[in-house]
């Protein structure tokens, strides 16, 4: 006689914990950005080339979860969330550390120096971007919570909250963007044109960053509405 | 009648052997989710079920038992004794048989399902179709659809209760120590009350109404001071909070669970072990007394015989399967294995008070999907409940093919 029962394999894998899983090296990966940009200012290319390195093994590690967690996702499974919904959920998780791996990769490729007229305003932008990646992984860290309480009641409303905090960490890095293209469109003229283009791709990628944890807020906003 | 020790000595055998199966298998179902939920361990588990699932055998299994004696087939129809002998004998040996082939094949059965089909396939090919009681089969086809459905809402409105009562307060962790013991007082009175009111005259035990409610209000009240006595050495975990708010919550959750996997081994027992020695009563009394209406009272030592052979099943072959529902479900929480068993175990037990011969699994797989429809459960395999669905649908024909097949050999060997 087969020692299995039915009541076993009813109980499919819940996808929360692989969720947050994820998103916690999302966070780990971009929080290497802040020291990438660091080693940039300071002229450390050792030390750039050693941070791409760890945002790209991240990256590829968040990669590995994700499709881990996609491929054992069975139309058949009963969740408390619209799968499709979770599924966008984790492409957004995805995307930031998609989009910190580009502002690395072309850093370490393209050797660039900060200009002048960055100084003072890059590294802030930055932290505060990385500021949006942590609070979006306070929020995703709601989600076993969420599911004890159906998704409903205080910890519905915490995550409202806390959702909430994050787009305002957004706004903020879309000024500090916005402030820092100003600056450089003022000092255009004193580049190469080259450069000018290229940091103007950089500070949009970074925003991009702060957007797409912004994107994953709103997603979870949509999976406690249902 | 003519070899009347060998058909006894047959039955029992049978019903041992079937027992025997349905606690090797069935009981680990019925108490998986308080395991599962790592509420309580295996071998508390297997404690509780040797315990209570005899108990309720004993005490509550006296109405079940009579609906598969008498209420499938119709006695007026039975030429001679003998044949209604074969027949129960065939419908044991078939559902045994089943039991062990499905089980092997990891398919989930319902020794009840089996035991009816059986009985039906028996009444079809040994008298006519006619002798098969039909309305009442009508019936318990339909509580097997309601009752998977009822467990399910109850579960539901579980879940929605702890949530408001419990989770979505100031102090989730004081109110779980508050509310806990009004909940395992329901319970108790619930579980007392069903198998006191009238239930026990096979114990030459005769309560009216009053007795009844009061017998059963001071059964809630013992159980809720014990519950109470149990949580009151549950503290507050900081640590593991951090990581997940609810974790104390869950803590106070784990000892309620005990007395959920209490009431499910007792309602699992008057419901499964009578389904069981239904037969084997029948056979008893037919060969005793040469009476196909069985007026006879029912004998209490084939209850006894029955939750004999559950707890056998449960020590030779049970606590594996009951190991690997402790391993292989990772996902529930204690909160949630307490709504879905609590609930099962309150549809089983009203269940088998109104003679319904249920199917504890089914109940469970519904009372989970319950939970489930609250937002509670991360997520539920759907192919599995079709397996289940499945399941029900084929093991009737199968359970009515094997016991003719057997009617035929029994009355070859002694017609």
């Known amino acids: 006689m087969r020692t299995t029962s039915p009541l076993a394999g009813l109980f499919g894998r819940s996808p929360i914990g692989p969720m947050q899983a994820h998103m916690k090296v999302v966070t780990d990966c971009v929080n290497n950005i802040v020291p990438l940009f660091e080693a940039l200012g300071e002229g450390d290319r050792e030390r750039l080339v050693a941070l791409n390195d760890k945002i790209h093994a991240l990256e590829g590690e968040a990669d590995d979860i994700k499709n881990e967690l996609r491929s054992r996702l069975p139309k058949s499974l009963f969740m408390p969330v619209d799968r499709r919904d979770l599924l966008d959920l984790l492409n957004a998780q995805d995307s930031i550390a998609d989009t910190a791996q580009d502002v690395a990769g072309l850093l370490e490729v393209r050797k660039m120096e900060v200009p002048e007229a960055l100084k003072q305003g890059l590294l802030p932008y930055v932290r505060r971007t990385v500021d949006a990646v942590e609070q979006c992984n306070r929020v995703i860290n709601e989600l076993d919570e969420l599911v004890e309480m159906g998704f409903r009641g205080r910890a519905g409303e915490r995550v409202e909250e806390m959702v909430g905090e994050l787009g305002a960490i957004e706004t903020e890095t879309d000024d500090q963007g916005l402030e820092l293209t100003r600056a450089l469109f003022a000092a255009e003229d004193e580049m190469k044109p080259l450069d000018v283009v290229f940091w103007y791709e950089l500070i949009q990628r970074i925003g991009d960053i702060a957007d797409f944890a912004e994107d994953v807020g709103d997603r979870l906003r949509l999976l406690i509405a249902r | ?143 097997w659809l309601i009752s ?9 409105l579980l879940t929605l209760s702890v949530r408001r009562f419990i989770l979505d307060t100031d102090d989730p962790f004081g109110s779980a120590k508050r509310v806990g013991p009004v909940y395992i007082f329901l319970m108790g009175a619930l579980i007392a009350l069903v198998t006191l009111f009238k239930g026990l005259k096979h114990l030459n035990v005769n309560m009216s109404v009053g007795q009844s409610f009061a017998v059963a209000t001071a059964v809630g009240v013992i159980v809720a001071v014990v519950g109470k006595l149990l949580l009151r050495r549950i503290e507050v975990d900081r640590e593991a909070e951090k990581e997940f708010h609810y974790a104390s919550v869950e803590k106070v959750f784990a000892p309620l669970c005990v007395f959920t996997a209490c009431s499910m081994a007792f309602a699992h027992g008057s419901n499964d072990v009578a389904n069981g020695v239904g037969p084997l009563a029948a056979v008893v009394s037919i060969v005793t007394t040469g009476d196909v209406e069985q007026t006879s009272a029912l004998p209490v030592w084939v209850l006894i015989l029955g939750g004999t052979g559950i707890v056998l099943g449960l020590a030779t072959m049970g606590y594996r399967v009951m190991r690997t529902i402790g391993t292989k479900i990772t996902e529930l929480t204690p909160s949630r294995g307490f709504c879905a068993e609590l609930a099962a175990a309150s549809t089983v037990v009203i269940a088998s008070r109104l003679g319904l011969p249920v199917s504890t ?48 050999f029994f009355k070859g060997v002694f017609g």
């Open chain 2, 1 to 143: 009648m003519e070899y009347a020790a060998v058909f006894i000595t047959l039955a029992i055998i049978f019903a041992l052997y079937m027992t025997w199966g349905v606690g090797a298998n069935d009981v680990a179902n019925a108490m998986g989710t308080s395991v599962g939920s790592g509420a309580i361990t295996v071998r508390k588990a297997i404690l509780i079920a040797a315990v209570f699932e005899f108990t309720g055998a004993f005490l509550a299994g006296g109405h079940v038992t009579g609906t598969i004696r008498k209420g499938i087939i119709d006695a007026s129809y039975v030429p001679a004794p003998e044949i209604l002998v074969w027949g129960m004998l065939s419908a044991l040996l078939a559902a045994g048989v089943w039991l062990m082939v499905a089980s092997y094949y990891g398919l989930p059965v319902s020794t009840t399902h089996t035991i009816v089909g059986a009985l039906v396939g028996f009444g079809i090919v040994a008298l006519e179709v006619d002798a098969v009681q039909w309305q009442k089969v009508g019936g318990i086809l339909a509580s």
């Open chain 2, 148 to 156: 998977p459905v009822i467990g399910g809402c109850i579960a539901f």
């Open chain 2, 361 to 408: 699994t089914h109940i469970i797989v519904g009372a989970v999907l319950g939970v489930g429809l609250a937002r509670g459960i991360a997520a539920i395999d759907l192919r599995v409940v079709m397996g289940i669905v499945t399941s029900w649908v084929v093991t009737l024909p199968i359970g009515a093919t094997l016991a003719a097949f057997f009617y035929f």
